[in-house]
């Protein structure tokens, strides 16, 4: 049997031969599971062939094992984490008032940049328009052509018609079917903020639905959080470019 040599004196003593001084023993345990495995196990050890057989017998040897030696080598720096300079967010939140609108879809989109100048200051950031109303609402749809909120409004009565099946008539016929639409359309919006103005698309605009025959004015809550721009400055009015 080989021998591994190491520097580390055994727990034995002197008393260990030449041959194992300086190595530990550490028992290993083979399981053999059948006959051929053990008899060439035996003749491995010396034994005579078929003196070994028992099945599934569990067969003990011990083999030297050297100490390895400490490692010396120091573990590699852990590299520092580099911070990088987040601009602080920004919030800002208006209350707006728009006149009264008939009833019909209407894009707001220009008021709305008109009564927040605050906006061109923002780099990026998100915007919540929220309506103070139960018989309005808002939307995001085209903004070019005008038969587009005159279609939707017709849409919107056939879905919600007016009548007397409703139980709720306390301000007229046109009551009930306005809370309907109302919570059909939502009271609310959630707009991307880039270099000052919605990031809307081309033919995007933000509509105001009004339900009531006399809603009288609405009110909006508009909430902007972001990154303000680096220098300080504004970018122009979206209106304007």
């Known amino acids: 049997m080989a ?18 001084a300086g190595l530990r023993p550490v028992p290993v345990y ?24 028992a099945p599934r017998r569990i067969a003990r040897t011990r083999i030297l094992v050297g ?5 010396t080598s120091s573990p590699a720096p852990i590299p ?19 006149p009264q609108f008939p009833r019909g879809c209407h894009v707001i989109t220009r008021r709305i940049y008109e009564a927040l100048p605050e906006l061109g200051s923002f780099e990026v950031g998100l915007a919540n328009i929220f309506i103070l109303h139960t018989s309005a609402s808002l939307t995001i749809n085209e903004n070019a052509s005008p038969e587009v909120p005159l279609d939707l409004n017709d849409a919107l009565n056939r879905l919600a018609p007016e009548g007397p099946h409703y139980r709720h008539d306390d301000e007229g016929s046109d009551d ?14 959630t707009v991307p903020v880039a270099k000052g103005r919605f990031a809307l698309g081309t033919w995007q605009g ?3 639905n009004e339900h009531r025959n006399m ?4 009110s909006l809550v508009i ?17 304007h470019a």
């Not at 520092?80 to 728009?98: D, F, G, R, Y």
């Not at 009930?176 to 939502?186: E, F, Q, R, T, V």
């Not at 909430?223 to 209106?239: H, L």
């Open 215 to 218: 809603g009288g004015s609405r």
């Open 80 to 98: 520092e984490a580099t911070s990088t300079s987040i601009p602080p967010t920004q919030w800002v939140q208006k209350t707006i008032t728009l």
């Open 206 to 208: 933000i509509y105001l």
């Open 3 to 20: 021998t591994l040599r190491v520097t580390r004196p055994c727990a034995h003593g002197p008393a260990c031969s030449p041959s194992t």
């Open 30 to 53: 083979n399981h053999f599971v059948g006959r051929d495995k053990v008899q060439d196990s035996a003749r491995q050890l010396g034994a005579a062939p078929g003196s070994l057989w």
């Open 176 to 189: 009930m079917p306005a809370h309907i639409k109302s919570s059909l359309m939502g009271p609310s919006l």
């Open 223 to 239: 909430t902007v959080q972001g990154q303000m721009r680096p220098d300080g400055r504004k970018y122009s009015p979206a209106w």
């Open 67 to 71: 100490a390895s030696s400490p490692s």
